[in-house]
């Protein structure tokens, strides 16, 4: 791994990142107008530090926490819109801190962008299991995290746009209100998080039509890149919870070869 070496361009206060952290490179420039809050949770400072001084010149309001439970407090203080969490924390660890701060209250709709030095796929997929966003292994790039996080957030302001759209999505017994972001099956309300819900209201909205999980990526959560994986995860969380039975599903199918398609009768093969 090649060593990083101190950037003349690092925002004003960031010192050198250490070794395997962060990537040193040019900063960008900064921004005009706040973009969000950003609440900034890693115990190592100098990282910690770093990826406060990009976010700030691009125009974020950030907080800092080191710790788990710290993390929970200030989120519950300062209403962030987005969580940049780290993974590996003292005490309280960034899985559990973010399976409290989806079970708070509106918690299932914050943003979390899970950062961590663990590249496994298992962690990976448990991080999403649990409600992450977006996933940034270490070492990282400074921009590339804050675009990662400008993407996350366009695409939540999207979900936003999108609860004014008039008009309920039905599809046999299911029934989807846009405006007040509920779902339902045959009566019964589903505990969707933000991206399930998402992902339910554009399958629904276009029946009987085969994507490709990199079309999903773009065209329900505006990702212009990131791990495929995270469709597959969305799609079996959803299947568990509008399928009769998730291993054999019928709404939601797999097509070889190409992705997933809904199928509004309920009757498309158990692949």
Do not use: N
């Not at 070496?5 to 900064?30: F, I, T, Y």
């Not at 949770?41 to 100098?46: G, M």
């Not at 993407?151 to 979900?159: D, F, I, K, N």
């Not at 799609?235 to 019928?250: F, H, N, Q, S, T």
């Amino acid at each position: 791994m090649t060593t990083p070496q101190p950037s003349r361009a690092e925002p004003s206060g960031a010192e050198a990142p250490p070794p395997g952290a962060v990537r040193a490179e040019p900063s960008p420039a900064p921004s005009p107008a706040p973009a969000g809050r950003v609440l900034v949770v890693d115990d190592d400072p100098t990282v910690a530090e770093v990826v406060t001084g990009y976010l700030i010149r691009a125009g974020y309001r950030v907080d800092r926490a080191a710790d788990g439970h710290e993390a929970l407090a200030r989120a519950a203080a300062t209403r962030p819109d987005l969580v940049v969490l780290d993974l590996m924390l003292p005490g309280l660890d960034g899985l559990e801190v973010c399976r409290r701060l989806r079970a708070a209250e509106g918690g299932e709709r914050l943003p979390v962008v899970m950062l961590t030095a663990r590249g496994e796929e298992s962690d990976r997929i448990l991080g999403l299991e649990l409600g992450a966003d977006d996933y940034v292994t270490k070492p990282f790039s400074p921009r590339e995290l804050v675009l990662r996080v400008q993407s996350v957030l366009r695409r939540s302001a999207a979900a936003g746009a999108a609860e004014a759209r008039p008009g309920r999505l039905t599809a046999g017994d299911l029934t989807l209100d846009p405006t007040g972001r509920r779902a339902f099956r045959a009566g019964r309300e589903l505990a969707l998080t933000l991206r399930e819900f998402d992902l339910l209201a554009f399958l629904l909205r276009h029946p009987g039509a085969a994507f490709g999980r990199e079309e999903l990526m773009q065209r329900v959560w505006g990702w212009e890149f990131g791990d495929l994986s995270t469709v597959t995860v969305h799609v079996r969380r959803l299947r568990e919870k509008v399928e009769d039975d998730p291993a054999a599903p019928a709404l939601i199918t797999t097509v070889w070869g190409v992705g997933y398609r809904f199928d509004p009768a309920g009757k498309g093969p158990a692949l």
